[in-house]
């Protein structure tokens, strides 16, 4: 063996050697100070992320074990996101545990590929000479962006995503024009698998395969082969068919009823199945760069339709947050603006670089271009000389920024994907300059300031030493001596204080709550949601911790309806006064609550806490005071709520008691009348009766809880008790009302004697036409004439010009409250009734009939009028219907 293959080999072996110990040391670098971070913060902040780590749970879950319909529910489980990130944390999950740390870490994996993949991209693109060095550049560089490891801290899609386009770019230039079979395959996997990470993913990719497809010839290629009869290998064709049938029938049969419940349907199978039979075929085909690019786009679209077919509705989504169509925010793309044109670009510069290291590397990038353009002598010649992978490159950042920049998705995170190409470009730049040592210095300058700037975002006594500075620039805004912006945190202070962590002490009470009152659920209503207290914290800990608690977000940015009566639908219930989102509907009732609470709400909830936060503010923890027993049916108040839902209607109140009724009633009620707790005192019943035409009195069984009587016995003085009902075993007693003092003398004299034991004084009944609909009310005037020993029912009954009954109410005396047998003597009873006169009753004259019965045998009382005659009841008057 030559000395100069013995050189080469040991250069190889060197440059794999310094390969892997700088992307080791770089991943080393951050994995141990990630992990301190994890460790010291405990303040989650944003939406997305718990979310993100919920499905996360849900999916390892769902995974346990790994079959074909466990892996079919993980694909379709989410019509609004692609799982393969949150699912690839079933990983960690299975080897650490189960907690938001552990899932978390799993961003190491994704960062080593992130870091490979640029390399390769990196030693593609240079020369033979400087490959190897613009690839570690790149590595380095890459490793100092500030968005870089910001992201690797947090459970967001985008730091996988940039892991797969990463990944799937290099895989790309790597198959050399589709001519290497086993990249082309490579690249389709990693293709597919990252269209599976985010949506996003194409906006990467789009145009840097858009570039090597124009630059490699495929297109003037297909297009000869089209006009040529193809030729079709009848076998290979055979064996693909057969292999996607049985592929596409493995994934459809054990799933095929969650299929059918699909927007495509059964259509689906069909698809599946042309879709593996083509990936089968172009595979089978000699290894040729038409049929290893086909392979490559069949395969990957085999695999992103397990979602993207499945959950085809996500174009909606797509249009209505990436292009504004039927925005419910009213989003529009303003072009005429310049700050649609900067958001990124200033994005870029203050908070995925830092202002100082993006104006130096626009300075190296320009000072290249325009050495390598004196170079060339041409603009046109120095286009013509940049490589394929140098477009592709460009491609990649220009693509998604013009395709961002065109929509009105405006989200920082959104162009993290594009820092591998911002590090490429870089160190492409800088290995353009002809000048060494600037070339070197520039470099450690870079490296050095992005050590430093590493320890002052991440570590805040350095931060405290090292404060950054901020200032304003004219056409730029505020930037900073160092990176600033939501997602550049330091653990454990300011937005991430752990002050602002509730959420674990919120729910030992609830779950010692729950405990004690022997119920299987709980549930906490929320009016709070900031960056750091909201729904998803507390579902990801219910998740992990407490399986038995549940959590509702109350504050809904596109629901305008009030949430008023939802909150009576939980155990618990936290209310903070400024929040994220919260439209006016929701902000009244934050601010009636934490003001002046209502009557209501007063009464069902008691302050079980209040949590100061670091920010001024406080979160208050409300509790039911009146729990429904653990054991009661409360499918009894459900039917009582839509049973209530068709017969009240706005005018109405609805009393309910015992307050254990009013949680499961309120929540499920629907209906526009008002709801009360079954008031303690007179005054309140007189208020209320004084401001509803109609009264229903709701009593509980004594499973629920003990009933307050004051209400009825009140309402049975003072309304006009018009009907009783069952509603499982509830009770519904209905009363009129009458503007003003119930009358307590009679308007008109009867004399009728009922039994020879009964005498009706007299009625009041108003002097006015009636509707259909409404209801009369009559009050009645007896007075007993001998004792009594039975307790008779009094009837009230409408009947038309025929004798025909169309209008009844039957009910003890007073609505049971004074039974006749406890009359005494000379006493006047004034027995009031609310006769409801039937919505469909058609206008005419109508005789009002009054009387007695005897429940036992079911007789009418005899009556003999103040004429003498006998009758079976009392004409009491008549009415005019309208």
């Known amino acids: ?130 490959g190897h060095r613009l690839g570690l550049v790149s590595v380095l560089v890459l490793g100092s962006f500030p968005m870089f490891y910001a992201m690797s801290r947090y459970f967001y899609l985008e730091f996988a995503l940039m892991a797969m386009v990463t990944l799937t770019l290099f895989l790309l230039l790597a198959t050399e024009g589709f001519q290497r079979r086993g990249l082309s395959i490579l690249f389709g996997l990693s293709l597919g698998l990252g269209l599976l990470t985010k949506r996003t993913f194409a906006v990467f990719v789009v145009g840097p395969i858009g570039v090597v497809i124009l630059g490699s010839g495929l297109l003037p290629l297909l297009w000869r082969r089209l006009r040529q009869r193809p030729r079709i290998y009848w076998k290979t064709a055979l064996v693909a068919l057969i292999g996607g049938l049985v592929l596409a029938a493995l994934w459809y ?74 925005d419910p925010r009213g989003r529009t793309l303003r072009l005429d603006n310049i700050n649609t044109y900067l958001y990124y670009i200033r994005k870029l510069g203050n908070e995925h670089t830092s202002f100082p290291i993006f104006v130096l590397l626009l300075i190296v990038v320009v000072v290249a271009g325009i050495v390598t353009w004196r170079r060339r002598g041409s603009l046109g010649r120095l286009v013509r000389q940049i490589r394929l992978d140098g477009w592709a490159v460009l491609a990649w950042v220009g693509g998604a920024y013009a395709l961002f920049t065109f929509s009105i998705y405006q989200e920082t995170r959104a162009f993290t994907p594009a820092l591998p190409a911002i590090a490429l470009i870089f160190a492409a730049a800088l290995f353009a300059l002809p000048w060494r040592r600037i070339r070197w210095a520039v470099l450690t300058l870079v490296l050095v300031f992005g050590l430093v700037q590493f320890f002052v975002l991440s570590y805040e006594p350095v931060q405290q030493w090292l404060a950054p500075q901020t200032f304003a620039l004219p056409g730029w805004g505020r930037t900073s001596s160092f990176a600033q912006g939501v997602y550049i945190q330091l653990p454990d202070e300011g937005q991430t204080d752990r002050g602002y962590w509730i959420e674990p002490d919120v729910l030992r009470r609830m779950e010692q709550h729950r405990l004690e009152t022997g119920k299987d659920l709980h549930s906490l209503g929320m009016l709070v949601n900031t960056t750091q207290i909201n729904a998803g914290p507390f579902n990801y800990l219910i998740l992990t911790e407490y399986p038995e608690l549940r959590v509702e977000s109350l504050i809904a940015r596109f629901d305008e309806t009030s949430p008023y009566r939802r909150l009576f639908g939980h155990d618990y219930v936290a209310v903070k006064r400024d929040n994220a989102g919260a439209n006016p509907a929701q902000q009244q009732v934050i601010d009636n609550i934490l003001d002046d609470p209502p009557e209501l709400f007063a009464r069902a909830f008691e302050l079980e806490t209040t949590y100061h936060l670091p920010d001024g503010d406080t979160v208050s923890l409300y509790r039911q005071r009146h729990p429904l027993p653990a054991d009661y049916p409360a499918e009894y108040i459900t039917h009582l709520a839509a049973q209530m839902g068709q017969q009240a209607s706005e005018g109405d109140a609805i009393l309910l008691t015992p307050p254990q009724l009013v949680y499961t009633f309120l929540s499920e009620y629907t209906g526009t009348a008002e709801v009360y707790l079954a008031p303690e005192t007179e005054g309140e019943l007189e208020d209320i009766t004084a401001s509803h035409q109609r009264i229903f009195l709701v009593i509980g069984d004594p499973a629920a809880g003990e009933a307050q009587a004051l209400s009825q016995e009140w309402l049975n003085r003072h309304a006009f008790f018009a009907r009783h009902q069952w509603a499982d075993s509830l009770q519904v007693l209905t009363y009129g009302t009458v503007e003003g003092q119930p009358a307590t003398t009679p308007n008109q004299e ?59 109410t039957d009910s003890p005396p007073v609505g049971g409250s004074l039974p006749t047998s406890s009359w005494q003597q000379d006493e006047i009873i004034v027995d009031r009734h609310g006769l409801p006169l039937p919505a469909e009753l058609g206008p005419g004259h109508y005789e009002l009939r009054v009387g007695m019965v005897d429940p036992s045998t079911g007789d009418r009382l005899p009556v003999v009028d103040r004429q003498g005659q006998r009758l079976d009841s009392v004409v009491a008057g008549t009415l005019e219907i309208d």
Request: hydrophobic share 50%.
């Open 750 to 808: 009867i004399s009728a004697v009922l039994g020879d034991q009964i005498e009706l004084l007299g009625i009041d009944l108003p002097a006015t036409n009636w509707q259909a609909g409404q209801f009369v009310p009559l009050s009645l005037f007896w007075q007993r004439l001998e004792e009594i020993d039975s307790d008779y029912g009094v009837f009230v009954h409408l009947v038309d010009g025929a004798g025909q009954l169309v209008a009844q």
């Open 253 to 326: 049969l054990p799933n095929r009823q969650a299929v059918r419940g699909l927007v495509l349907g059964d259509a689906l199978f069909f698809i599946w199945w042309i879709l593996a039979a083509l990936t089968i075929y172009f595979v089978g085909l000699p290894s040729a760069r038409l049929s290893n690019a086909l392979s490559a786009v069949f395969l990957a679209a085999s695999l992103a339709s397990t979602w993207y077919l499945a959950r085809i509705e996500f174009l909606e989504r797509v249009a209505l947050y990436g292009y504004g169509v039927d």
């Open 1 to 130: 063996m030559s000395n100069t293959n013995i050189d080469g080999s040991q250069q190889s072996r060197r440059v794999r050697l310094a390969t892997l110990l700088a992307i080791g040391s770089v991943l080393l670098f951050h994995t141990l100070n990630n992990w301190r971070w994890l460790a010291v913060n405990v303040t989650s902040t944003g939406w997305d992320k718990p979310r993100h780590l919920a499905r996360s749970l849900n999916y390892a879950r769902m995974l346990e074990p790994v079959t074909i319909q466990s892996l079919f529910g993980v694909m379709i489980s989410d019509p609004v996101r692609p799982p393969l990130f949150p699912a690839s944390a079933t990983i960690a999950y299975r080897l650490f545990g189960w907690n938001a740390d552990v899932a978390t870490m799993i961003n190491i994996l994704y960062m080593a590929i992130a870091l490979a993949a640029t390399y390769g991209l990196g030693r593609h693109w240079g020369s033979a000479t400087k």
